[in-house]
């Protein structure tokens, strides 16, 4: 019985040897560091058009690529703005073309003293004014495509769709929010330090944090430091950048400080 217990504890230890490390949480007045996780981006995308919504290409929690059209919205009414746009366009070039040489044939029957100088510049104004149409044309037309082009709602970045705040076939206004997305290929950790350790801090040191979800720690670059200290906590906040291209983080996630520069190790201990 007493070799068994001994052979029972002598696989026990060699288990504990080959277990993974403890992962302490570095302490900060004795509490450890909070971590929340938020997105490197987040977009409240509305309409710039008075129309209805046709359909989504993306459901909500699912991911879309950079330039990809998110939603589709009616565009037949600004399609025949832009053809009637265009037409005029079409119309204002024939005009300045007509206009233009008229104006050189009248320049010519001038100089042979067939016509008079009222004449010519009657011939001179035409020519101007018509030039003048030809522009607005032009800016009428580019409106109206801007406006066809807004039926279409592109994703500006790589990323999650979070809400459809307007259904299907709902009518939407100019200046309506649409829908909510967010970058999550790359993510923000979000923590509170005390403000002595202010002027150890730096851009691009690197951090490591336990994520409470997953249990894993994640590497991650100081990629932006408060410009002020919370007079009331006396903190500051810092925000680590963590590569999230295979999506094993999500928004909202949270965690503890595990690890940071020496430097900083050495201003705790002061």
Do not use: W
Not at 191 to 196: A, D, E, G, K, T
Not at 210 to 233: F, H, N, R, V, W
């Amino acid at each position: 019985m007493k070799k068994f217990s001994l052979f029972i504890l002598a696989n026990l230890l060699c288990l504990l040897a080959y277990a993974s490390p403890v992962v302490t949480p570095i302490l900060l007045r004795q509490r450890s560091v909070k971590v929340i996780i938020f997105p490197l981006q987040r977009a409240v995308v509305a309409s710039m058009v008075d129309t209805v919504v046709i359909k989504y290409n993306v459901k909500e929690g699912e991911v879309f690529n950079q330039n990809e059209p998110i939603c589709l919205l009616d565009e037949r009414r600004y399609q025949q703005f832009f053809n009637k746009s265009k037409a005029v366009v079409d119309e204002t070039i024939i005009e300045c073309k007509y206009s233009e040489d008229r104006f050189k044939r009248n320049q010519e029957l001038y100089k042979k003293g067939i016509i008079g100088e009222d004449e010519l510049e009657k011939s001179r104004l035409d020519r101007s004014i018509s030039q003048t149409k030809k522009k607005n044309a032009i800016a009428d037309m580019t409106m109206a495509k801007l406006n066809l082009d807004s039926c279409r709602i592109i994703a500006p970045f790589t990323g999650r769709l979070v809400r459809q705040i307007v259904r299907d076939h709902e009518f939407v206004r100019a200046g309506q929010p649409i829908l909510s997305i967010i970058n999550d290929t790359q993510l923000l950790a979000v923590m509170h330090l005390p403000s002595r350790l202010k002027n150890s801090v730096a851009l691009g040191q690197q951090f490591k944090v336990k994520i409470d979800e997953t249990g894993q720690l994640y590497s991650g670059l100081i990629y932006e430091i408060a410009g002020d200290i919370d007079p009331g906590s006396r903190t500051f906040s810092i925000k680590l950048l963590i590569d999230n291209r295979q999506r094993l983080l999500a928004a909202g996630m949270s965690g503890v400080l595990i690890d940071m520069p020496q430097k900083l190790k050495n201003a705790i201990k002061e």
